[in-house]
């Protein structure tokens, strides 16, 4: 899959974030790219993507609870679902991975190692594996 064919859906409640990590995409090469502004805005926007990364905590329809409506859903259970949020400690850790998030990473991030993780998930899209990836290092929280 061509990077320019892969849709990633960045959902988050601050514009400046939105911009933020939209810029980060784009120079890893991901342009083709859809926002929303909380959860429920999401809703529409997810039949086009193949990544999503999420802020936890907005308005309406929290990052948790789009998390757990994207799983419920059959054609959406392993769509990759990148929760980038300031909610951190374990045991939110716990309740996303629980509800099958693919990667969690605490804001503020690095760039770097923001795209190196979004990178390896757009190879396991590529290569056609389950993008699940191994909780066990928490560093970055």
């Not at 859903?73 to 909610?87: D, G, N, R, S």
Request: aromatic share 4%; with cysteine; hydrophobic share 45%.
């Amino acid at each position: 899959m061509d990077l320019d064919k892969i849709n990633v859906l960045v959902v988050e409640d601050s514009a400046t974030m939105r911009d933020l990590i939209a810029a980060c995409l784009k120079k890893l090469g991901l342009h083709n790219l859809s926002s929303a502004g909380n959860g429920r805005l999401a809703l529409p926007h997810l039949a086009r993507a193949h990544i999503v990364i999420c802020d936890w905590d907005m308005p309406d329809i929290d990052g948790l609870q789009l998390l757990k409506i994207v799983r419920s859903e059959p054609q959406y259970e392993h769509l990759p679902f990148i929760m980038l949020t300031a909610v951190a400690g374990k045991e939110n850790v716990s309740k996303a991975i629980q509800a099958g998030v693919t990667d969690y990473m605490a804001k503020p991030f690095q760039p770097k190692r923001f795209g190196e993780r979004v990178i390896k998930i757009v190879n396991t899209i590529q290569t056609g594996i389950n993008s699940n990836q191994d909780f066990t290092d928490l560093t970055d929280l």
